[in-house]
């Protein structure tokens, strides 16, 4: 008898052990199985799709202290205290974007960004090349048509006038704000697409002279494709620092990746909007 009970609680106690692990292996596989379903692309628990699905909006620098219940980590900022930290950056761009362009002619479109409230915009001659006007379209405005008041094709930059308004401007940077490794960022209309303008971000790669087209030049690994022409490169404080002019195209021997290059400001405020006041410069000169 006695016998008899030892093998049985020794029975129950085999029992409990091996329910106790399939158990825990059940919680184990839908633990898993919860974290696989991101990236298998099954469909989520509401309870997933409720944190994920909601993106709270919240203003520059003031992020707030918890979100979803979780509280927000705050890491170390990388840049000098005088930069602004990562919220601070996209209260910059938030406040240039509306000033950013889609430029289109009759065959070419691209992006501008107009520099001061009176309507001038900025961009590339390429897009407007040999065509005496272009269609301007400033976010939430109907289409206007922009007269092009200067047209340097050396140093591949143009001006356009839009019709009597006020209108949302860019701030121009100086040189002093070009440095190797300095964050960059591009907007415009990447081909050409419908919707906002895009922003990519970089850094600067290289500071180069052209002296035979008379221009210095940025160089960044911000993505930019056909479309980015004309449109702005800026600084993290929002300021435009360059005009996207060019990317370096594939070679049949191999790919590139992360080369494209921008007018710099130093060139734009120097060898182009100087020559303003002059009688030639709202002519069609090509230099």
């Known amino acids: 008898m006695l016998g008899a009970r030892d093998s049985d609680g020794g029975r129950l106690s085999s029992l409990r052990t091996v329910a106790a692990f399939t158990a825990g292996v059940a919680m184990g596989i839908g633990v898993l199985g919860a974290i696989a379903w991101p990236v298998g692309g099954a469909t989520l628990p509401d309870s997933f799709k409720v944190a994920r699905e909601t993106t709270p909006e919240f203003p520059a620098g003031n992020p707030p202290s918890q979100l979803a219940g979780f509280p927000v980590a705050r890491s170390t900022p990388l840049y000098d205290s005088d930069s602004p930290d990562q919220f601070g950056m996209a209260s910059n761009l938030k406040k240039v974007k509306p ?11 691209g992006s501008g960004v107009i520099i001061d409230t009176a309507g001038t915009v900025l961009t590339s001659a390429h897009i407007v090349n040999e065509d005496e006007v272009a269609t301007v379209l400033v976010e939430g405005r109907e289409p206007l048509i922009g007269t092009v008041s200067r047209l340097d094709m050396a140093r591949d930059l143009a001006l356009l006038k839009l019709p009597p308004g006020v209108y949302p401007s860019a701030e121009l940077g100086t040189e002093s704000n070009v440095f190797l490794g300095a964050p960059v960022y591009a907007l415009g209309y990447p081909l050409n697409m419908a919707g906002a303008a895009t922003v990519t971000g970089g850094i600067v790669s290289r500071y180069l002279d052209e002296p035979e087209l008379g221009r210095k030049v940025i160089q960044t690994d911000a993505a930019v494709n056909i479309g980015n022409s004309g449109g702005p490169i800026v600084d993290s404080m929002g300021r435009v620092i360059g005009i996207t002019t060019s990317i370096l195209g594939d070679y049949p021997s191999r790919r590139t ?23 030639q410069a709202m002519t069609r000169d090509v230099e």
Do not use: H, P, W, Y
């Open 99 to 109: 000033a950013v362009v889609r430029v289109s002619t009759k065959s070419v479109a």
């Open 257 to 279: 990746v992360g080369i494209s290059f921008a007018v710099s400001i130093a060139t734009i405020r120097n060898q182009f909007l100087d020559q303003i006041n002059d009688k």
